[in-house]
């Protein structure tokens, strides 16, 4: 938060554009910049049997300078 950086898990579908679109939507902020990557489920084992946790994707958000989300805040 102190680089006005936010992250989120977001759906593995949606585009760029799309989060960016949403995030103004929902917070009433000016988004900068999105960056994603797709995280991959961790092995996990429970006894003797093997799994996978889920996939999904994070999406990373810079908000202009003086921006902020308040949710986050308190």
């Known amino acids: ?7 989120f898990e977001v759906l593995r579908d949606a585009s760029k554009p799309q989060i960016k679109h949403a995030i103004e939507a929902i917070f009433n902020v000016s988004v900068t910049r999105v960056h994603t990557m797709n995280v991959r489920g961790k092995l996990r084992r429970r006894g003797r049997e093997f799994g996978y946790t889920r996939d999904w ?13 308040e949710i986050f805040e308190s």
């Open 1 to 7: 938060m102190e680089e006005n950086k936010y992250s």
């Open 57 to 69: 994707k994070k999406a990373i958000v810079t908000l202009a300078p003086g921006e902020r989300i």
